[in-house]
């Protein structure tokens, strides 16, 4: 992976990544907290795990849910750091049935009423990634990372330093 720039997308653009992002975005505002970025680096690795949560559906014991996991976070939040100069990296997933619209206020609306989920979606974030699957049954695997830029001259001799 590279270091990739981020998209700045206001309004949905069309998709269900971009339904939940406008979502998400809106209680952010409500919340006194600025809209997030959409990052294509962070994008590429919440699509991947949500591939990785339809692939291996059924198969996993976080909380009610035998669809959903956090299995891997700490690769994602390594490779944020390590390839895309993030910081303080956190992930919601959630699953649902639906489609559009629905399917887009079903996931955002279970995030908020979670409060973990919540904290992470009023964090002090610049940055967002959100993919989505949709598996042929109608099942949606939504994965949400958020992180912040590290803008820091240290951050870049840190990095340096790897290699």
């Known amino acids: 992976?590279?270091?990739?720039?981020?998209?700045?997308?206001?309004?949905?653009?069309?998709?269900l990544a971009g339904t939940i992002h406008s979502g998400v975005n809106s209680y952010r505002v409500s919340s006194g907290r600025?809209?997030?970025?959409?990052?294509?680096?962070?994008?590429?690795?919440?699509?991947?795990?949500?591939?990785?949560?339809?692939?291996n559906r059924g198969k996993f014991q976080l909380s009610k849910s035998a669809n959903i996991s956090h299995y891997g976070f700490s690769e994602r939040a390594l490779a944020?750091?390590?390839?895309?100069?993030m910081s303080n990296v956190a992930e919601n997933v959630a699953t649902c049935s639906g489609t559009g619209n629905r399917a887009a206020s079903?996931?955002?609306?279970?995030?908020?009423?979670s409060s973990g989920h919540k904290k992470n979606l009023q964090g002090k974030w610049d940055a967002t990634g959100i993919g989505v699957v949709v598996d042929?049954?109608?099942t949606v695997f939504a994965t949400q990372i958020f992180a912040s830029?590290?803008?820091?001259?240290?951050a870049m001799t840190d990095r340096m330093r790897q290699f």
Request: overall charge neutral; glycine content about 4%.
């Open 34 to 55: 600025e809209a997030l970025n959409r990052h294509s680096g962070l994008d590429r690795l919440a699509q991947q795990h949500s591939e990785f949560m339809r692939q």
């Open 149 to 154: 830029e590290n803008h820091s001259h240290m």
């Open 106 to 113: 079903t996931l955002v609306n279970a995030w908020i009423k």
């Open 136 to 138: 042929s049954d109608g």
């Open 80 to 85: 944020a750091q390590r390839m895309m100069n």
């Open 1 to 15: 992976m590279s270091t990739s720039a981020p998209v700045s997308i206001s309004r949905s653009d069309g998709s």
